[in-house]
């Protein structure tokens, strides 16, 4: 079966069918490639051009370990190439966790009676933030479970709530969504409300899977998920973000169709999804699901390298589902932002046993714990830069015209000014003496051997920010 938006988007070009599994397994079913093709395909990749399903189907279809370590390189190559050094950092902030729909894999589900059921009310938002704030968080992503409550209005007002606290010097600049699919009114009203990405994650793009793990709940309806974000798309929400649950299907599928959902959202609205998002399973409280599909620790490496190269400007969000060994090898292979500090449960953050995992009150099981500033001061520590950027949605700097900048290469130019400039400040608000004096040493080692633009600029809104001066950016 084809699966469509014609039942449920109203633009033309959206109603042409986009996702074939008969078609992507078909890829798969490919002969092993040869050592030649692999290096095209990878070139190609390295010359900044999108790949096909075809050609990415060559590089999961490779098993060479020679080859298999010239994808990672290439992946490395083309990472520095369009996003430089900077690693954006962001936490996610769960809003209520009440839910309707019953997923096999979802600490959430609505079958579970010993999860803890809470909604933050307005004072705890405030709590939750001002402690994430205190931190050094600049970028903040909602989370909501699937429920009439969690309508579009109830949305827009909790996003409204977090950019209105103040504690010290902290603020948020930016707050995505993760939450159920919306009508294209709905998601206006979001909009509105000033979110920068809004995200939905198919979970698995298999039909007979999907239909598997999601047995009961709104969420069930595979065809309205798939074509929830083309309905963000026509109420003019052009930042969106898109994802797979690897484990619950063959992740060489996963990775396939994921790229074939890039080819639809640019071959109907012309801009691809600005993050693509890749969780591996995880330990949940009433966890139900088969692990014929789990993903080695190998597996998951190589097709964070796969998608970088198959997709070489769309930003990818890896989370603290992943243990830090992981984490840190990934990044050099594609990822280009990370939480920190994660805390999942409900009132997490400003709780005093916020350390302490509890499945029956957090959606999964977080791999990594390291704070915000552990996270910071080993990023500094491998040469990386930390950033807390929100410059180009401030800008205008999304969608088609985020793409104008990328595709020639010229995002980077602000990127690397930027991330110093979000740096600096957390370095003089919240960073310990050593974190402080390694990161500035890190910055003005990049100025000086980095070709960067408007380098007197820069340095002269550091000297800014360093003698008190917020928000400056390029």
Known sequence: MIYTPEKYSIKDEAMKPFIDPEEILNYLKAEKPSKERVREVIQKSLNKNRLSLEETAVLINTEDPELIKEIKKGAQTLKKNVYGDRIVLFAPLYIGNLCTNNCQYCGFRVTNKDQVRKTLNKEEIVKEVSALQDAGHKRLILVYGEHPKYGPEFIAESVKEVYK??????????VNVNAAPLS????????????????IFQE??????????????????????LVALDRAQEALMDDIGIGALFGLYDWKYEVMALLRHVNHFEAVYNIGPHTISFPRIQNASSLNVDDKYFVSDEDFVKLVAILRLAVPYTGMILTAREPAHIRNEVLTYGVSQIDGGTNIQMEGYSEENATKQDLDTEQFEIMDTRSLGEIIKELIATDYLPSFCTACYRLGRTGEHFMEFSVPGFIKRFCGPNAMLTLAEYLEDYADADTKE??????????????????????????KVRNGERDLYF
């Open 165 to 174: 606290v103040k504690s010290g010097p902290g603020e948020i600049r930016r």
């Open 184 to 199: 294209i009114e709905g998601f206006k009203i979001v909009k509105e409300s000033g979110i920068g990405t809004y995200q």
């Open 204 to 225: 698995t793009y298999h039909p007979e899977t999907y239909a598997k793990v999601h047995p009961a709940g709104f969420k069930s309806d595979f065809g309205n998920r």
């Open 438 to 463: 390694k990161g500035y040493k890190a910055i003005f080692r990049k100025i000086d051997s980095e070709d960067i633009l408007n380098k007197e600029e820069l340095l002269v809104k550091i000297e």
